[in-house]
Each structure stands twice: as C-alpha cells, then as structure tokens.
C-alpha cells in the first residue's frame, strides 16, 4: 500500500461517479477530463480519497457488466495517477473483483464495496493479498432491491455483526 491513511483526525472522501444514472450526480461527467477535473476541485476542498465509480448503487439501479464499468472508469484513474499529489488515495467503488482488478494494475489504494464482499467472491482475497485499503459496506439485496422492504430484528445489531464478520474474514486471508 503506497499512502497511509491518518484516523486520528476526520478524513474526507470525495465520491466521484462517472456513470449515467448515479442519484447524486449522474452524467455530470460526460468526459475524462471533467470527471479529472472535478477530482481535482474535491482534493482543493480538502479530499484525501477519491472514490471513483462506474455503475450507480442508488436505489432501483440496474447493474452494469465490469466492461463498462473499466470503460468509465480506466481512463479518468490513469489520468488522475498521473497529476495528483502522492497523499491522496484512489479509492474504485465496485462490487467486481475484475474491476478491482483493473484498477488494482493503476495502482489503487482502496476497494469501495457496496456489497462487503458478498457479491463477487473473489474480491476479498483479491483485496487481501494486495494489501489494500477495503471500504465494507452493507446492503440487503441489490441496489435494485434494497428498499424493497428491508427487514431487520435489530437493525444495528445486525448491521455490526455484518461488518464484523466481514472484515475478519478479510483480515484473516
């Protein structure tokens, strides 16, 4: 892992999604470079990660192949390896170890997983034996379906023994 990451202060990560459809800026960045652009305002604002995605994960979404996902997202981490300063950290939001791979290759930092590693099985240990940062993250379902009826007994309580297992299991490869 090239960069550290501080915790004793707050971090901020800038989202970056390069996709049509995102709910919170989607087609903003019809083209490399003002998806690079932007990039580079968000570290000016006082990013030290840049999580690039290529498939939306709001709610309803439809899923997108990993071949158009690298197609979104390749050109603008190439880009960006090649301008940013060495402190701030690429982080690839994606549930695909063949994504994760791809950007591994451009010498990523961090794995952004919507699904904690449900999804594509080969992702944890594509995360562990690369020694990168990975962002478990939790969700019934699919993006597709996750608020279609989302039941929990307890819902912090489940929620934590997700996290919980899931980064044992990744620390433990």
Do not use: W
């Not at 202060?9 to 998806?35: C, E, H, Q, R, W």
């Not at 791809?102 to 594509?120: H, K, P, R």
């Amino acid at each position: 892992m090239s960069n550290y990451l501080d915790f004793s202060k707050p971090i901020i990560m800038g989202i970056l999604n390069v996709t049509p459809d995102s709910f919170s800026d989607g087609g903003s960045y019809p083209s490399s470079k003002s998806a690079v652009d932007k990039a580079m305002i968000m570290i000016e604002q006082g990013a030290s990660i840049i999580d690039i995605g290529g498939e939306s994960t709001s709610p309803g979404s439809e899923r997108v192949s990993p071949l158009e996902q690298k197609r979104r997202i390749i050109d603008v981490i190439s880009q960006l390896k090649s301008i940013i300063p060495r402190n701030i950290l690429i982080s690839v939001d994606t549930t695909s170890a063949e994504v994760a791979e791809a950007a591994i290759n451009l010498d990523v930092d961090m794995i952004n997983d919507v699904s904690g590693g449900t999804d594509d099985k080969n992702m944890m240990p594509l995360v562990a034996k690369n020694n990168l940062y990975y962002c478990i993250m939790h969700m019934q379902g699919t993006p597709k379906t996750m608020q279609d009826n989302p039941i929990y007994s307890d819902v912090i309580l489940e929620i934590s023994d997700f996290l919980s297992s899931q980064a044992n299991k990744v620390m433990d490869m």
